[in-house]
């Protein structure tokens, strides 16, 4: 009975997502549309990293993320 209410948890928390790795050699989850290219920032206020995409001049907004060794202000 555990073992299945642990894998249904599993599968919802990670539904819509994709596991990365930077090119620093992080880990992380993030949105499932995220690209080659795009930046795992940390941005002062947000609760934890996002995931930017380059566009033109600017960056768009594709999601947050958990980034393994760089939550809770580790690297801030």
């Keep these: 009975q ?13 539904s819509s997502r994709r596991f990365f790795r930077t090119n620093y050699g992080l880990v992380g989850i993030g949105p499932d549309n995220i690209k080659n290219g795009d930046l795992v ?6 609760d934890m990293p996002l995931i930017l995409r380059p566009f033109g001049k600017f960056h768009k907004l594709v999601g947050a993320t958990y980034v393994h060794g760089v939550m809770n202000g ?3």
């Design 2 to 14: 555990h073992p299945a209410l642990v894998q249904r948890s599993l599968a919802a928390a990670i």
């Design 41 to 46: 920032s940390i941005v002062f206020g947000a």
């Design 74 to 76: 580790v690297v801030v």
